[in-house]
């Protein structure tokens, strides 16, 4: 028997929880296949196998919090192929008298293979058990349709499903627990354990706004200039460099020229020193299933428009597919937040900390503008915000520096000089 550890991960990164098992007990693994996707506070990671064998054991369910070091996973070395498992599952049987297992818990201890029981234990995959922990059911209670009584996924879901529809024979609620934390749990309610990640995001916001004298300050651009150019060069743009033309690389170009202008903002409080940067790596968030994750573009000031828009487009596809690495993560310089995708009119964006900066970009809109005081015309607008820490960045440095961005974009002609 071989045991599969989680293995050291990165320095600041100690544990994770399991998001997905990638293969089930009776599987037979190769060596250095992939065993289970680790969800950790940056990044997913995948765990290998270390050997080759059958799976004969899962230690943790999906869900569950694992450290560097445990054993998660159990392999029998080069023995008992998969057909083997199958045959020993057909043996009858034996229901317990009395519940076996802890309701949706981790099989800690135990020698468990799908699709039989040992020693009176139930057997539930950890899809189902999952499942089970999650809407509050009691797996002794659940018929398996497997002839050789494996619960599965959809045996719980069945078995929710039937509950539903007899809600005569649910058990009533105690009149102790009707009411948990001042709710009322006779209304329907639904709990969703917060992922590490969505824990990690929301504990850095709160101590940056608990650390940081945030202030933000606001303006409007006139997009006119800078549609009107990519309207021009998007067809010659993408045939030359297989990348689409968009505003962020406008952005991220007006950013930087406005960084050599206003340092400041590109600087972090170290104890009681100031850490001004002379290079400029420009986060770009984006948004994902699991939340807000910043990748960064590195040397935006020594990159053309086509070079920044490669990354950004490269960077957004391994963010939504859980491919990020550390290193795409890792320090970023000032950042950029684009919340117009999502129809955002206006925010204040929370600074990403240590970082003093953040600009947010929001919808485009036409709205009525004064072209001298006779003249209205529509044009296309957009809001932008700038969040900044007042313990560095003064209210003149910061207003001027969105000033300066704003120009910037209504000439775009100027970012070739001035970027």
Partial sequence: ???????????????????????NVGEYVTKGDYLIELETDKVNIEVI??????????????GDTVRVGDTIAVVEEGGR????????????????????????????????????????????SPAARKLARERGINLQEVPAADPFGRLRRQDVSSFEQGNKQRPSSAPKLEASNEKENGQDTSKPIVYEKMSRR?????????????????????????????MDLRKRRKDQFFEENDVRLGFMSFFTKAVVAALKKFPHLNAEIQGDQLLV?????????????????????????????AEIEGDIAHLAEKARSNKLALKDL???????????VFGSLLSTPILNGPQVGILGMHTIQLRPVAIDKDRMENRPMMYVALSYDHRIVDGKEAVSFLVMIKNLLEDPEKLLLEG
């Fill in 1 to 23: 028997m071989a045991e599969i550890k989680v293995p050291e991960l990165a320095e600041s990164i100690t544990e994770g929880t399991i998001a997905k098992w990638l293969k």
């Fill in 330 to 340: 890792q320090g970023g310089t000032f950042t950029i937040t684009n919340g117009g």
């Fill in 277 to 305: 940067k002379k290079f400029y790596d420009i986060g770009v968030a984006v948004s994902t299933e699991e939340g807000l994750v910043v990748p960064v573009v590195r040397d935006a000031d020594r990159k053309s428009f």
């Fill in 49 to 62: 196998s270390d050997y080759s064998g059958t799976l004969t054991e899962q230690k943790f369910s999906e």
């Fill in 198 to 226: 969505r824990q990690t995001i929301a504990k850095r916001l709160v101590e940056v706004q608990q650390t940081a004298a945030m202030l933000t300050t606001f303006n409007e651009i006139d997009m006119t200039a800078v």
């Fill in 81 to 124: 192929e998969a057909q083997q498992l199958e045959q020993q599952s057909s043996q009858p049987v034996v229901k317990p008298e009395a519940p076996a297992a802890n309701v949706g818990g981790s099989p800690h201890g135990s020698t468990e293979v799908e699709g039989k029981e040992i020693g009176q234990r139930l057997v539930a």
